[in-house]
C-alpha cells in the first residue's frame, strides 16, 4: 500500500511543507513518533549563525539618554532668541483705488549676525520682493517684528544680509568653522517650515564637499549635507553643531514630492565667514579683475 504523510518541518522561522513518500503501512503511534522525531531535529538546528546575530548594548542607561535630551533642549533655548521669522511682501496696485498695496510673498529664515541688527539669509528668501519684516524671539518668550532693509546679496553664493533698528539686546549666534566637520557628526536645524516657526529638527552631517546651483546658476562648492529635515521655509535657517555654534545655512533640498526626503545641503560657515562682512562694508561681494582696460 502506497500513501503520503504530511509533516510540517521549521528551519528557523520560516515553516515549509514536506511530502514524506512511503511504501510500507505503518501504525498510528509508530508514524506519529517518527514524526515528531524528525520534527524535533530539525527544529533544534541553529537558525542563524552565532556571528549574523546582533549584539545590543545594555550599558546605556536612562539617566544617560536624559542628559542628552537636556543637552539639546539647553542648545535650542539658546539658539532660538538667534533664529528669526522673514516675512517678505510685494507691491500690487489695487484696482478699485489704484493704490500700491503690499501682498505677502512668501517667508523663510534667517540668524543675527551681530549687535549691529545684520541678519542673514538666503537670496532667494527676499528675492523679487519689495520689503520685509523680521520677527525676533526674545529670551522671555515675546516676539516682536520689524521693518528690514536690505543690505546687499550675492545670488551666486545665495547670500542676503538685511538690517532691522532693534532697541532691544540682541544675541547674535556663535559661527563656527566648518573646515574640520567630518561625516557622521551630529546637527541640528532650526528655522521655521510651511511658518511653523522656531522648529527643530536632527541630523547628522551626511556628505561634504557637495555642490548645489545658485539662483544665478554658478554652483555653490563645498555645501554640507545633512540628513536632519529641511522643508520650504527653512531656507536661511541655522544649521549647528553639537556646541550651538553655526556651521551653515540651510539652503536647498533634493525631492522628487518637493518636501524634505532626508537630503539637505547648507552652505558652509567659512564661505559664509567670508561673504557676509564684505556684503556689510559694500553692500556686494568685490571680485579681483585683472588690471587690463581698453583704451
Not at 509533516?7 to 515553516?15: H, L
Not at 542648545?75 to 510685494?90: D, E, W
Request: hydrophobic share 40%.
Amino acid at each position: 500500500v502506497i500513501f503520503f504523510t504530511k509533516m510540517r518541518v521549521v528551519f528557523g522561522s520560516a515553516p515549509r511543507q514536506w511530502h514524506a513518500l512511503s511504501r510500507f503501512t505503518m501504525q498510528p503511534a509508530a508514524s506519529r513518533l517518527l514524526a515528531a522525531a524528525l520534527a524535533c531535529s530539525f527544529t533544534l538546528r541553529e537558525p542563524f549563525p552565532v556571528s549574523a546575530r546582533v549584539n545590543v548594548d545594555l550599558s546605556t542607561t536612562v539617566s544617560a539618554l536624559q542628559q542628552q535630551e537636556r543637552t539639546i533642549e539647553q542648545l535650542f533655548q539658546k539658539a532660538t532668541p538667534s533664529i528669526v521669522f522673514i516675512n517678505t511682501y510685494t507691491e500690487r496696485t489695487d484696482r478699485v483705488t489704484m493704490n500700491a498695496v503690499e501682498v505677502p510673498r512668501g517667508t523663510g529664515s534667517g540668524f543675527i549676525w551681530d549687535n549691529a541688527g545684520h541678519v542673514v539669509t538666503n537670496y532667494h528668501v527676499i528675492r523679487g520682493s519689495k520689503g520685509a519684516k523680521v520677527a525676533v524671539l526674545s529670551a522671555e518668550g515675546s516676539t516682536k517684528t520689524y521693518d528690514a532693509t536690505l543690505v546687499g546679496y550675492n545670488p551666486d553664493k545665495d547670500v542676503a544680509v538685511l538690517k532691522i533698528d532693534s532697541v532691544a539686546t540682541l544675541r547674535p549666534l556663535p559661527v563656527g568653522t566648518s573646515n574640520s566637520l567630518r561625516v557622521g557628526q551630529t546637527t541640528l536645524a532650526i528655522g521655521n517650515p510651511f511658518g511653523l516657526d522656531h522648529t527643530l529638527t536632527l541630523g547628522v552631517v551626511s556628505g561634504l564637499g557637495r555642490e548645489v546651483q545658485s539662483p544665478s546658476g554658478r554652483p555653490i562648492t563645498n555645501v554640507i549635507q545633512t540628513d536632519a529635515a529641511i522643508n520650504p521655509g527653512n531656507s536661511g535657517g541655522a544649521l549647528l553643531d553639537s556646541s550651538g555654534r553655526l556651521i551653515g545655512m540651510n539652503t536647498a533640498i533634493f525631492s522628487p514630492s518637493g518636501a524634505s526626503a532626508g537630503i539637505g545641503f547648507a552652505i558652509p560657515a567659512d564661505t559664509l565667514s567670508q561673504q557676509v562682512p564684505t556684503i556689510i562694508k559694500y553692500g556686494k561681494v568685490l571680485r579681483p579683475a585683472i588690471g587690463i582696460s581698453y583704451v
